[in-house]
């Protein structure tokens, strides 16, 4: 992340043959690094989206290519999205995270219709997933997260065994032979996570 903020500070602005490709993945680059980066100090997290916070790349950024990438990315999330009631939710949080710094870091950073239309479907299959999503543990959620993050507290109300928290997320791998307590590995540890009263 480190080495993709310190080449975005130095880029050209007006130097992007790639039709703003490559700024567009630097920083997709470092906002997906700070979604998984968890549990870092949040005012080390703001220091380095200080860093990429540059006003002068938002027309590189709407470069036909780099459009196309952000449109990629947000394709993913959403695939990530549909596997949400499984073992995507996690990930699919972090893409809409990354997403979501770069639109309030680079304000109308997202003008393709296309574009558009991909982040909308994103979210319509988050939301649509949400109520049933696979949970993510407290220590997954990134310590800088907003409530705005809405998606990382989801499902409202948990009341998911560890089992069966194992089996979405291992397809049933674990087996449902297992002597009561061969889940417990799967508890974060933390006591304000859902998992700590979570039945084993």
Not at 34 to 59: F, H, M, Q, S, T
Not at 63 to 74: D, I, K, M, P, V
Not at 94 to 110: G, K, N
């Amino acid at each position: 992340m480190r080495r993709r903020a310190a080449w975005l500070e130095t880029v050209d602005p007006g130097g992007q043959a790639d039709g703003g490709m490559a700024v567009m993945e630097a920083l997709l680059y470092v906002y997906d690094g700070l979604a998984k980066w968890r549990n870092a100090d949040p005012a080390e997290a703001e220091i380095l989206r200080a860093r990429v916070r540059r006003p002068g790349l938002i027309e590189t950024l709407h470069g036909e290519r780099a459009q196309n990438t952000l449109g990629a990315y947000s394709g993913k999330g959403e695939t990530y999205a549909l596997r949400g009631r499984n073992d995507g939710y996690r990930e699919a949080c972090e893409h809409r995270s990354a997403i979501e710094s770069l639109t309030d870091d680079f304000a109308d950073v997202v003008v393709d219709p296309f574009v558009q239309e991909a982040v909308e479907d994103f979210d319509e299959e988050l939301r649509d997933v949400a109520d049933d999503a696979t949970p993510v543990h407290r220590t997954q959620i990134p310590s800088w997260a907003p409530r705005s993050h809405w998606w990382w507290w989801k499902p409202d109300h948990i009341n998911m065994s560890m089992r069966e928290y194992g089996d979405r997320i291992y397809a049933g791998d674990l087996g449902s032979d297992l002597a009561p307590g061969d889940a417990d590995w799967l508890r974060c540890g933390d006591k304000e996570c859902w998992c700590f009263s979570a039945p084993g």
